[in-house]
């Protein structure tokens, strides 16, 4: 089974960035989908972004589109979240997911999981 571990999360102003890194210790195409989902305390999970593994396709909730981009390194077996134009509402902890049987943001907070990892902690301040 693969194992995830996030990292690059932290503490920024809003309107700057952070890139958010998943390491995968097998290879990711063992998952149909790979993506990004996020937690508040006190509220639902939210599925953030999503990419089929073998054909790149991507995925968006309404509130990161066009400033973040998800991409994958499969050579590398890394997910990347790239966070551009961050607002105070972006802060959360990040948890890196890999899914099967189909992809989509609300792939990734919907039924059984392959993995997922402990999360890294964004934190936007206004």
């Known amino acids: 089974q693969v194992q995830l571990v996030e990292s690059g999360g932290g503490s920024v102003q809003a309107g700057g960035s952070l890139r958010l890194s998943c390491a995968a210790s097998?290879?990711?195409?063992?998952?149909?989908?790979m993506g990004w989902f996020r937690r508040v305390p006190g509220k639902e999970r939210e599925g953030v972004a999503s990419?089929?593994?073998?054909?790149?396709?991507?995925g968006y909730v309404d509130s990161v589109k066009g400033r973040f981009t998800i991409s994958l390194d499969n050579a590398k077996n890394t997910l990347y979240l790239q966070m551009n134009s961050l607002k105070p509402e972006d802060t959360a902890m990040y948890y890196c997911?890999?899914?099967?049987?189909?992809?989509?943001?609300?792939?990734?907070?919907?039924?059984?999981?392959?993995?997922w990892g402990q999360g890294t902690l964004v934190t936007v301040s206004s």
């Open positions: 997911a890999a899914a099967s049987n189909w992809c989509g943001p609300a792939r990734l907070i919907s039924g059984n999981l392959d993995a």
């Open positions: 097998g290879p990711t195409y063992s998952s149909f989908c």
């Open positions: 990419i089929t593994v073998r054909g790149g396709t991507t």
